[in-house]
């Protein structure tokens, strides 16, 4: 291994842990390229992962600017030494790509390469990409130390890359499910709104000529029933945008989504906070949604006149609480009922972020559901 200030076992170290902090598939890809380079002293470094059509689906590098880039033109194909790389077991050095009877010339505008350091980023069977370097510096050539560290970041790399791909997909899979679930929320409440708003429009029909008095009433009905369902609209599209919770932060959010529902519901829903500040912005989502399922049980369920959210200071964290005056239920009943009311997805948002949740109901009692966060 080298002894080099660059690339001691502390350079390796920092750069080991660098791809394993970064969560994006993007950002893994630039930081492996990155830390190749500087490690092993290069020119220039690349990495491309390949698509099913002969070409690379990402293709990133290091050491040669923007405007060469521009001027080497669309990303290559899998062809030559690159389609080499990511067909072979392990690394490769040449003395002078140029001379290799694989070498099919570069496209215009290309640096010139001489010496040359390429590896697979293989996941079992897969393979993921493949990693390429040219032109040590300071040196005629790259040496068996400088292909054993290669293969060695190869290996991180493709845990680093696996690891981002699952992360980008349990995202995916998470915001598919949100959007299922908000869907089916708008469904259930928009859809009575508009069939009661139907029917009370074809009963102020039918009463126009024979009582006009109450035809009046129903047609106020009708517009307090549009009124209302173009809050829960407003209140559903709301919760689409989480973005709020990074320009507003949670309690702003929190604030503004219980004042929406105090308007779309009969039923009184309050806010209070007390010294909350700032919470890991994963806690914060956290909070935010299991206010939001809370609510929705709260409103849709209970049958409650009041709904209070609180959310106080405990520590270095905090407590949200959402009570209602409605009818209550029996924890454990309706967990053996298999209606469980969002409460499965509640307990594990509040797990997630190390968090705990509590339910306290009874029947003819209202509900609290209580769910305490520990803060940074």
């Known amino acids: 291994m080298h002894n080099g200030p660059r690339t001691g076992l502390a350079a390796v170290s920092t750069a080991l842990l660098a791809m394993s902090r970064r969560l994006e ?20 470094a690349a990495l491309g992962v390949p698509d099913d059509h002969g070409g690379f689906a990402q293709f990133v590098v290091d050491g040669i600017t ?6 080497i033109g669309p990303l290559p194909r899998q062809h030559g030494i690159l389609a080499a790389m990511l067909h072979q077991d392990g690394p490769e050095r040449l ?9 099919e010339g570069w ?16 996941d079992g069977e897969e393979t993921l990409g493949a990693l390429f370097l040219a032109n040590k510096k300071g040196a005629p050539g790259f040496t068996d130390e400088d292909e054993d560290l290669l293969s060695l970041l190869a290996q991180h790399a493709a845990i680093a890359l696996t690891n ?29 709104k508009l069939f009661s708003l139907r029917l009370t429009a074809q009963a102020a029909a039918a009463l126009v000529d024979r009582d006009p008095a109450r035809a009046k009433g129903e047609l106020q009905q009708v517009a307090a029933l ?32 219980v004042r929406v529902l105090d ?14 500040r700032a919470l890991p912005a994963t806690q914060e989502e956290a909070l935010l949604r299991v206010a939001q399922e809370a609510l929705h049980n709260a409103l849709r369920h209970s049958g409650a006149d009041l709904v209070e959210v609180t959310l106080v200071r405990r520590g270095g964290g905090a407590v949200l609480r959402v009570t209602d005056n409605g009818q209550g239920f029996v924890p454990s009943a309706v967990r053996r009922a298999g209606r469980h009311l969002g409460m499965v997805s509640m307990r594990d948002r509040a797990s997630g972020v190390g968090g705990r949740l509590a339910v306290h109901s009874e029947p003819g009692t209202g509900t609290t559901i209580e769910m305490e966060v520990p803060g940074g």
């Not at 598939?25 to 220039?44: P, Q």
């Not at 308007?263 to 909350?276: K, L, N, S, Y």
């Open 164 to 192: 981002a791909r699952l992360y980008e997909r349990s995202r995916e899979l998470t915001i598919a499910e949100e959007r299922s679930r908000l869907a089916h929320e708008l469904h259930d409440a928009v859809s009575q």
């Open 226 to 257: 549009a009124a209302e369902a173009a809050d829960e609209l407003r209140a559903a599209v709301t919760e689409l945008r989480p973005a709020a919770l990074d320009e507003d932060g949670l309690v702003a959010t929190l604030r503004n989504h």
């Open 66 to 71: 923007d405007e060469q880039w521009r001027r």
């Open 25 to 44: 598939v993007r950002d893994v890809l630039r930081t492996i390229v990155v830390s190749a380079r500087e490690l092993l002293d290069a020119e220039y």
């Open 107 to 122: 496209p215009p505008g290309h640096p010139e390469m001489s010496d040359f350091l390429g590896a697979p980023v293989r």
């Open 95 to 103: 003395a002078d790509v140029r001379k290799d009877p694989r070498f």
């Open 263 to 276: 308007r779309a519901h009969a039923a009184r829903v309050t806010f209070t906070c007390d010294g909350v």
